[in-house]
């Protein structure tokens, strides 16, 4: 069965200062890796994807992510982050097809000035 | 981009009533559909998969008679939450996938707040 565990339920950093989060899963074939981040009372963006190929991928405001298969994890990062980054930060592992999809519990971060 | 819409966004009632959502895909065609449930501060919790003219598939613990879901349409998807009770109240969202199996990814209605008096 496929599973997503992310450590951190709740990250606080400030603002500028540098950004990961936290992700490991587990599945039994070759991965199908996202983020995700949801503001309050919203759905969610899809920031990056991972399927193949590079395994440093880029997404949207700035963040990347690392996929790395010896540590089967997949790592959020941002080098500064911004006030608007605040959020739930989620962390989902599914098969090629985008089916059944499995999300972590989330991590929340807050931002301070 | 892709864009999904969900509505209502937030709808409050009397235990007892039925509960309508629509889950539509507004610039592609939405081969499958995905309900999810999610409680405070946790994760999303998947209820059930929707295909264009088939019944859906319920997630094991899912009351399928409680939960219905119509997909009548390759843009629409409905989650009736029947004679709901205040242990129904949750955010529900929906997402859509479109056309065949390819990397094209969830795209994610902004949900819909459900509160059972």
């Known amino acids: 069965a496929q599973s997503v565990t992310q450590p951190d339920i709740h990250i606080t950093v400030s603002e500028g200062a540098s950004l990961e989060l936290r992700c490991n899963y587990s599945?039994?074939?070759?991965?199908?890796l996202f983020w995700y981040v949801q503001s309050p009372g919203q759905g969610l963006q899809l920031l990056l994807k991972?399927?193949?190929?590079?395994?440093l991928v880029q997404g949207i405001k700035g963040f990347e992510a690392e996929f790395k298969r010896s540590q089967s994890s997949f790592n959020l990062r941002k080098p500064s982050v911004h006030w608007s980054d605040a959020a739930e930060y989620f962390c989902?592992?599914?098969?090629?097809?985008?089916?059944?999809?499995?999300f972590g519990t989330g991590t929340r971060l807050t931002i301070i000035p | 981009g892709a864009v999904v819409s969900q509505h209502p966004s937030w709808v409050i009632c009397k235990s007892g009533t039925s509960v309508k959502i629509e889950c539509r895909s507004l610039d592609f065609q939405a081969t499958t559909m995905f309900w999810y449930r999610q409680f405070p501060k946790q994760s999303l919790m998947l209820m059930a998969t929707s295909n264009e003219g088939s019944k859906a598939t319920y997630e094991q613990g899912v009351e399928k008679d409680k939960f219905l879901i119509n997909h009548a349409s390759l843009t629409l998807s409905t989650l009736t939450v029947t004679s709901a009770h205040p242990e129904d109240s949750s955010f529900y969202i929906c997402?859509?996938?479109?056309?065949?199996?390819?990397?094209?990814?969830?795209?994610f209605g902004d949900g819909t707040r459900l509160s059972i008096l």
């Open positions: 997402s859509a996938e479109g056309g065949q199996r390819s990397n094209q990814p969830q795209h």
């Open positions: 991972y399927f193949s190929g590079d395994t």
């Open positions: 599945y039994g074939a070759t991965p199908y």
């Open positions: 989902a592992v599914g098969p090629f097809g985008n089916e059944k999809l499995t």
